[in-house]
């Protein structure tokens, strides 16, 4: 009886002393190669090749012997309920592919190779309820990823129907998935919690614990984007302690990340000056959790560069600037509003070593993507990181000179405005371009306080507000971040300067800045480009840096308390609008 091509695989494969997971290499998971071998599915043409090459054969080797095993009718008779004539291999193929999916948690190599045929309602109707299950989670996971959302909605929920109770976690999970890529968390939140639930009866096993690890993910992240920092931290600190050497690095890496941002937003909310100071968290608190935060960014930061995951690493980067940067903000705000009612030291020193290892992450974030792309057409990822890396780079030059200007030295103080004030101008103005302003990406690497000409700063000029962000070939992150850092300038020549007129001045400027700002969050919120922890973000940063002011005592009190007012509005209406009204239970 001549060999099965499955057979012929495998005698391959002992015969080069390798393990199915080695044949599988990146591209296709153990239970995929076994399922092969076993002639439980008949593998793609490109799994052949792939196969092929990685025992050192011709790439054509296994799929000629395929060719010349079906000219010969030699290939393993398949069975499957009904009578379905030509197609009964294909469908008892999708059969068993769903089998060794549900065995499994890798489910990208079988989408990338398999397209399941349609099966008349009628004919689907004769199999065990099990297999109809699993015949529509498939279906909606192929749909899924062509992110077509509503096929997959509707296949998602017949599978629930049929499921039993070994299927229900996987397929309540992904319910879940879908409702959070629409926006719908609770809804989401809602699903991945009865699929915990739905696991609870599950006997113990590997498969179970690597569902339950997912499972956890997706609650942490539905917590995360509803706001509920803590719980989402909780829920991300069940995940890590299931974290293994299965896991692949873009996975612990993620999960470290999120558990860093969760930490930063607790403590964030636990230390805003709108809180009564026997609920604030103490100076010292706050210290402790922001350095928590920054170590889990570190450990996510350096299984990307061991991944040579570029991209997220310069994610990370320009997280962990923001948080030391936030941390200033914070330490200087409580610094001015102490229990007692006089305005304590700011600590200089670790607000100098933050600000020195936030541009330490920026210099670097510049210097891994110089000269990555050349002229027009640059990415919108890309656009967003160059941009806000700069506009970092702005508001530490404008911190320095705080310090600088609260510590006593006045000419440093001076120096560092001035860059601030004409780093701010370059990137304002080449907002305008179509281009990335590399000349002055390269010169970040030697520009100084001490290196530019020793002139008096000016107010950042803004381009034409009025819908330029639509004018603008820029996106629109390094817009708000440009904006934002235009009006850090402003807020401080306005804190500096002893001309009332130039004060009240500084200080409009600045609410425009802000306001422009938010103004293209909200728009971009609307439309669906950012998310709304972002446009949170940069709401509370603004209201940081004008209830700053009020504690400093401006001149311009009632109107900076009029333009609070109002963003205050506007983010409670904003963002309490942004969720949907109607949202479907899941039950």
């Known amino acids: 009886m001549q060999q099965s091509i499955g057979e012929l695989i495998r005698q391959a494969r002992r015969q080069q002393n ?17 399922a092969v071998e076993r002639n439980k599915i008949v593998s793609s043409s490109d799994a052949l090749r792939f196969f092929a090459e990685q025992l050192g054969q011709s790439s054509d080797y296994f799929t000629s012997l395929l060719q010349q095993l079906e000219a010969e009718g030699s290939l393993p008779a398949l069975n499957i309920p009904g009578t379905l004539g030509i197609s009964n291999q294909r469908h008892n193929e999708m059969l068993a592919l769903l089998d060794v999916l549900l065995e499994g948690s890798e489910t990208s190599n079988f989408l990338a190779h398999h397209e399941l045929p349609p099966i008349a309602p009628e004919l689907l109707a004769k199999f065990p309820p099990h297999k109809q299950s699993r015949y529509y989670f498939l279906m909606g996971l192929i749909a ?61 096993s590997n498969t179970v614990a690597g569902l339950q690890f997912k499972i956890e993910l997706h609650c942490g992240d539905d917590y995360k984007a509803l706001g509920e920092y803590q719980r989402a931290f909780d829920y ?24 860093g941002y969760c930490t930063y937003a607790t403590i964030y909310q636990r230390t805003t000056l709108s809180l009564p100071v026997n609920e604030r968290a103490s100076i ?63 600590p200089i020193a670790n607000c100098a070593s933050a600000l020195s290892e936030a541009e330490e992450q920026c210099r670097q974030v510049l ?43 006045v000419d440093t103080a001076f120096r560092e405005r001035a860059l601030a004030a004409y780093l701010c101008q370059e990137v304002l103005n080449s907002l305008v371009e179509s281009s990335l302003p590399w000349v002055l990406i390269q010169n970040m690497g030697t520009l100084t306080a001490d290196s530019i000409t020793y002139q008096p700063p000016s107010l950042p000029k803004l381009p034409d507000l009025e819908d330029g962000h639509k004018a603008s070939s820029h996106s629109t992150v390094s817009q708000i971040e440009a904006y934002y850092a235009a009006g850090e300038v402003a807020e401080e020549l306005g804190h500096v300067t002893t001309e009332r007129d130039y004060a009240r001045s500084c200080y409009q400027r600045a609410n425009l800045c802000f306001q422009a700002s938010l103004a293209l969050a909200r728009s971009a919120l609307s439309e669906k480009t950012i998310e709304q922890n972002y446009v ?6 603004c209201i940081c840096i004008l209830e700053e002011r009020l504690l400093a005592g401006s001149n311009i009190s009632a109107e900076t308390t009029r333009v609070l007012l109002n963003i205050l509005e506007e983010a409670f209406h904003q963002l309490s609008g942004s969720t949907p009204a109607v949202e479907k239970e899941a039950s």
């Not at 319910?175 to 696991?199: F, I, K």
Request: hydrophobic share 40%.
């Open 536 to 541: 949170v973000r940069c709401y509370q940063r």
């Open 236 to 259: 991300y600190e069940r995940a890590r302690l299931r974290l293994s050497s299965e896991h692949d690095m873009k996975t612990a890496g993620l999960l470290f990340s999120s558990l």
């Open 144 to 204: 899924k990823e062509k992110q077509d959302l509503p096929t997959a909605l509707r296949s998602f929920e017949a599978a629930l129907v049929f499921a039993t109770d070994a299927q229900r976690a996987i397929i309540l999970d992904e319910l879940g998935v879908y409702y959070y890529l629409l926006g719908v968390y609770q809804t989401a939140l809602n699903y991945h919690l009865r699929a915990l639930d739905a696991l609870l009866d599950e006997a113990c």
């Open 367 to 409: 210097l891994n993507w110089q000269g990555s792309t050349n002229g027009t057409g640059v990415p919108v990822e890309l656009d967003s990181r160059i941009y806000t890396a700069l506009s970092f780079l702005i508001r530490i030059a404008v911190q320095r000179a705080m310090l600088g200007r609260l510590g006593g030295y």
């Open 18 to 34: 390798i393990t199915q997971t080695e044949l599988g290499g990146s591209r296709f998971s153990k239970s995929y190669v076994s």
């Open 284 to 346: 010292e608190d706050m210290e402790q959790e922001f350095q928590r935060a920054i170590g889990f960014l570190v450990q996510s930061r350096n299984l990307y560069q061991v991944s040579s995951d570029t991209v997220r690493e310069t994610n990370i980067r320009l997280t962990q600037a923001q948080f030391l940067l936030d941390l200033n903000g914070r330490r200087r705000q409580l610094a001015l509003s102490k229990a007692s009612g006089a305005a304590t030291a700011v």
